[in-house]
């Protein structure tokens, strides 16, 4: 998936302008407070109450010209009423592709395009983020537009319309028509959280969204944007007039903030449990996964991010996966793994930031396959789970994928935005910022430690499994009779170990739940 499918980047400029505002001459620290050292990560402040200062995230860089911002409030898709599915994704969108009290949304972006800057709205389970980018040079004029959006909001009966359709034209069209990875992705955190806040889309459902009304978002907005609730973030060149501003601006938000949803377990997997989504595709996507009991506030959680990038590490071939399903067998484009929630930002091959959850999951995405090989891959991509449990990585792989992660890793964080996203969700988990724990973390880790925090939080026994296919009764079938799955080669192999393999795996057994193997048609999910 290229990016949440409810940001809305809208990129924009302004023409040169006199220097005005904020960027004057940079008054001096208040006594006793000293401004934090250039590029280092700042804490944030603390959660404040009634009556304390607005909690702050900044990274200065004094010589850069850019000015990122990330104004995120503590509100996602958990929120959503029952019914209303999809209200805080429609009011982050109705909000980031929306006017001000005194500007409609056209004169905004009117304002915004002579100045190549950004705005846009980013909605996920537990976090809404609006993000920006902008020259110092028109900082005040744009920060005067973010700062009228979020707490001026136009609130246009057509705004919210317009934003409505989108995310409906995002479930219907985009997802459930044309985006099967996505569609499997969907489908498997259905399987996984069944009765539980993260089982909906940020975007919602088709019937949740056609209920909600405009009154509903503004409720919404002056439920959860509150003091309380909010992360003012900043980077860049930025003048300390602006933080001040920001806090004296802001304050005008109301106070507190709403309680935090409590979070049930997630239900207990049993077996292999396997939900077929019928469409007409050109080949077969699955999704595979389970529920994890650690985040990146654990110190498991890097030792798994070494063992992850030995089995499946995102878009190379360092990972098992891609090695053995598509470099030997030619099965498909990828094949991958993830140790919690994974967005690719854009082009890249990177994680997004801003997507934090205090729960996660494993999960492994094997990218459409030939529907005659699915059952193969599936089967295939288990068992090398399965091996990296029983036998775990020998010290060679482990020195590998050490080194890997620890250079890779300084990657994450190569623009401003990035690496202040990265910042936030630091102080999310409360784990000190990610890359510089994994510097310190990986050096000392042992490949015993590895193979002990892969034992005691992965396993192949009781997984969830999304297989998105045009046939889904004959797979069904296929599956349930326990016979062998072999692969069809389009070249044919000589290679004497390969096709031993391949005997092994194409009998690999599966636990199969016959109780909760369903198959679901596309156009249903999500609709309510």
């Known amino acids: 998936m290229s990016r949440r499918q409810t940001t809305r980047v809208l990129a924009r400029a302004i023409s040169a302008c006199a220097l005005a505002g904020f960027l004057g001459a940079t008054p001096a620290a208040p006594a006793g407070a000293a401004r934090p050292k250039e590029n280092q990560p700042m804490k944030s402040t603390p959660r404040p109450v009634v009556g304390e200062t607005l909690r702050t995230s900044l990274l200065p860089v004094l010589s850069s010209p850019l000015v990122a911002f990330r104004i995120q409030f503590r509100s996602g898709s958990i929120n959503d009423p029952p019914g209303k599915e999809g209200l805080n994704g429609l009011t982050a969108m109705t909000i980031g592709q929306g006017g001000t009290k005194e500007l409609t949304y056209r004169e905004v972006t009117d304002r915004l395009y002579p100045m190549a800057a950004t705005i846009g709205a980013q909605a996920d389970r537990e976090v809404t983020t609006f993000i920006g980018n902008v020259h110092r040079d028109h900082l005040k004029p744009y920060y005067d537009l973010l700062s009228g959006i979020l707490l001026r909001p136009r609130f246009d009966e057509s705004d919210f319309k317009r934003s409505r359709d989108d995310l409906i034209a995002e479930i219907e069209t985009n997802l459930r028509g044309n985006d099967d990875e996505s569609l499997g992705k969907a489908a498997l955190n259905l399987m996984m959280y069944d009765r539980h806040p993260y089982k909906q889309l940020d975007t919602g459902s088709v019937q949740g969204l056609r209920s909600i009304t405009l009154d509903d978002v503004r409720a919404h907005y002056r439920k959860y944007y509150t003091r309380g609730n909010v992360v003012l973030a900043v980077s860049g060149g930025y003048p300390d007039a602006l933080i001040e501003s920001m806090k004296k601006d802001f304050a005008s938000l109301p106070a507190g903030a709403p309680p935090l949803l409590k979070l049930p377990k997630p239900r207990p997997l049993q077996g292999t449990e396997v939900l077929f989504i019928e469409k007409a595709a050109p080949a077969t996507a699955i999704s595979i996964g389970c529920p994890i009991d650690v985040t990146r506030s654990d110190r498991d959680f890097y030792a798994l991010m070494v063992a992850n990038s030995y089995l499946g590490e995102h878009r190379t071939f360092n990972g098992r996966l891609m090695n053995k399903l598509r470099g030997e067998r030619g099965l498909n484009y990828g094949d991958y793994s993830y140790i919690e929630n994974f967005i690719q930002d854009g082009g890249s091959t990177f994680p997004l930031p801003n997507t934090p959850r205090r729960q996660q999951f494993f999960s492994i ?40 992660v620890l250079n890779y890793s300084r990657l994450w964080t190569q623009n401003l935005s990035r690496r202040l996203g990265y910042q936030m969700d630091s102080q999310f988990y409360g784990s000190g910022f990610l890359i510089d724990r994994i510097q310190e973390e990986l050096p000392r880790l042992k490949v015993e430690e590895v193979n002990a925090a892969v034992k005691r939080h992965l396993q192949a026994a009781n ?24 692969i069809t080669y389009q070249t044919p192999t000589t290679e004497d170990a390969l096709l031993k393999e391949d005997k092994e795996i194409e009998s690999f057994p599966l636990p199969v739940n016959r109780e909760r193997m369903r198959i679901v048609k596309a156009q249903d999910l999500f609709e309510k």
Not at 371 to 391: G, I, K, M, T
Not at 463 to 482: C, E, F
């Open 463 to 486: 997984l969830a499994v999304a297989i998105v296919t045009q046939n889904a009764a004959g797979m069904r079938d296929a599956l349930l009779s326990g016979k062998p799955t072999p």
């Open 365 to 404: 995405w094997i990218r459409p396959v030939a529907h005659s090989n699915a059952l193969f891959a599936l089967r295939q991509a288990v068992r090398e789970l399965r091996l990296l449990v029983d036998a775990g990585l020998s010290p060679q792989d482990f020195e590998a994928s050490r080194k890997f």
